[in-house]
């Protein structure tokens, strides 16, 4: 059963610094995976979305990358800003049809 | 367009009741699904559609029934509701199989 983990549960930083969130699983023939953000009480908003074949992906200020063989994926967010608090979650598409997802980082930036 | 639309936003039930959550999307995406998200973890995959009269389980089942007679509707019927049915249920949608999934805003449900 595909298993998804994100560390840190929880991170707090001050503006202006570049962050790393992990996440891994432990099955490695997957479809894609994607990076989700969520806003207090709102619903989720995809971020990137990497295809299994493709090693990352990058849109604006972030940059995600996937190694499939060691089952891990990070997201990279360059110059945190206030605005990029919210908790981001992980999901393994492994079928193309059902997404598995970890149960997320909560990201606190400082001004 | 508005995308994944879901009603009602929050809801309160007593044990024992039942109710259909709605969900439509104008996006024409034959892909639709029904997640759960209860504190602490990750959503859970409840049932799922790959196009109209087609529909599959997910992890996490029992206690829900879903049709799909529509590309734009997907509702969720809770048969006899539990408290352990308390938690937030997002609808999502995708073009196909792999691509990306666009959520709902949620319905937040609480049985007593």
């Known amino acids: 059963k595909q298993e998804v983990t994100q560390i840190p549960a929880a991170l707090s930083v001050p503006e202006g610094e570049n962050l790393v969130l992990n996440c891994s699983f432990t099955?490695?023939?997957?479809?894609?995976l994607q990076w989700f953000r969520q806003d207090p009480g709102k619903g989720l908003t995809s971020l990137l979305l990497?295809?299994?074949?493709?090693r990352e992906q990058t849109s604006g200020r972030l940059n995600a990358s996937l190694d499939k063989s060691s089952g891990r994926s990070t997201l990279y967010i360059a110059a945190s800003q206030p605005g990029d608090s919210a908790t981001y979650l992980c999901a393994v598409d492994q079928y193309g049809n059902k997404l598995v997802f970890g149960a997320g980082t909560i990201l606190r930036v400082k001004s | 367009n508005a995308g994944v639309t879901q009603t009602p936003k929050f809801q309160v039930l007593k044990t024992g009741q039942s109710m259909t959550l709605q969900c439509a999307q104008d996006m024409n995406h034959e892909y639709m699904s029904w997640y759960r998200q209860d504190p602490g973890m990750g959503l859970r995959l409840i049932h799922y559609s790959v196009g109209a009269g087609i529909t599959d389980q997910g992890e996490v089942p029992n206690g829900y029934n879903v049709s799909r007679s529509t590309t734009e509707d997907f509702p969720l019927r809770l048969l006899s509701a539990a408290p352990s049915q308390t938690s937030v249920y997002f609808c999502?949608?995708?073009?196909?199989?792999?691509?990306?999934?666009?959520f709902g805003p949620g319905t937040r449900l609480t049985v007593t």
């Open positions: 999502a949608c995708r073009s196909g199989q792999g691509s990306e999934q666009y």
């Open positions: 990497i295809q299994s074949s493709q």
């Open positions: 099955d490695s023939a997957i479809y894609n």
